[in-house]
């Protein structure tokens, strides 16, 4: 049996084809995700990108934004522990036109304290640990996960809107306003001082503390050009800290996971804090998928 | 001496004549915000809209964004403790075309703990406390001000981002994405619980705390209508908790005062809470531009 693997978020569709011997022999990726898609036709979508692949020896598996609601079929949500094994079970299978074999799986999702939910940042997730191992996994982004994993299963986890929010307050608020077009190539030690002050657990929170990197651009404690940096800091400060309070296991070393320029980011910030990280596998959707596809044959 | 106040904001254009003796005898509102006017020509737009009212007898304060960089003279900010009378001491003389007097009222700031700026809320302040009281005075709104008034002077204060942070949520976030188009009528409970969640000081904190409107949505704990109204509580309840920590003398009830349903609505929040609040005067920027044009013969 042939194993495709396809990530298909919102924006992005990445496909990955797996030998035998689960090595990954092809990849393809194209900025046709789920929202480029017209009229639900998400089967056409496929066999344009990748209908070569698609013969009915195939089974493709199929994970992200493409099984949510706005998806082509919406699985449910596996509740904690959530393992790989149990990803791959609890997958919905759907028939292709070519007789390959969709197999859409389910996302995650964490019910208490706190209602949670995640569709495809679990495949990087299982791709950065070992089966057995406890971890606290973040992945930084639009929407940071911080992911608690204990003997190799989702446990827990807690999303953060930090990567959103920063792109708000820069585009549409007041404080964007004054951050001049163009403006780059700000200090260092505005970023730092805004994870310094997100961090900081002040009991004026977030809403006052992001409304100061307008206020000190105006009273002149800092140039407008510095604004976006000590917005992103004092973001991430703020996820930091709620990070670490809402991992369910205590003492472990955060284990960041995704895309280079951003883990360094995070990198820096846990720095200038104090606190110690570590930087996960490159590649760990591919590691994840591999780990899947070889699953899949004996589960799904 | 004829004495008009004029209250000139981003969106809105507000005068008010006063006679000799300080009773409001006329006023005049318009969509004439600074944002409306072109090249900086906003003595044209002055005389547009009480052009009638400009003999050389006149004496005219400027209050609100037109003393701003972005407005027609940028006025220094008073450092705390402020009072009525300190503003209009420091009020920014210019002569009109018409031979009227304008002055041009400082902003008042808040250099530490943090930086905070304000214009044109201070009058309200002022219109709601005697002078030499000692209050809490929140004012609702895109950007909450919690006011500690110390003996009629403000002593200090924080912004809060609260109103703005819910129209970017709603309208441009992924959480706002599942907002059915016209949603309205949600229960009440949905934002009294919205509001015991964002005061409850949970570690995971504002940028979870939204993420969970949709999360929940998501997970059938609530329906998707209800979910403005649960943002909404979420941030006015990390409001008032914020607002408490950040006044500056202990055990005072929160003073409200601006539009009668924002401050209806905060009256539920506190009361939900088992927090007292008392409502302040209406019309309390009019109560406000009395008292400053009253001072503005004698200081001014």
Known sequence: MKRIVVDWGSSNFRAYRFGVEGALIERHQAEAGILTVRDGAFEDALEREIGHWLDPETEILLSGMITSRNGWVETPYLEPPASLSGLATRAVARPAR???RLLFLPGVCNRAPQPDVMRGEEIQVFGAVSPTEDALVVL???HSKWVSVRAGAIAGFSTFLTGEMFALLCQ????GRLIPPGA???SNGAFLEGVKLGFSGNPRGLLNDVFTARAGALLGDFMPTEIAERLSGILIGHEIR???ESAIMPGLTPLL???AALIARYAVAFSALGLASAKGPDHAAVEGFRKLGALGASHA
């Open 98 to 100: 070519t007789g390959a």
């Open 184 to 186: 780059a190539g700000a």
């Open 140 to 142: 930084p982004g639009t």
């Open 257 to 259: 996971v995704g895309e």
């Open 172 to 175: 549409h608020s007041i404080i």
């Open 242 to 244: 709620a990070g670490f």
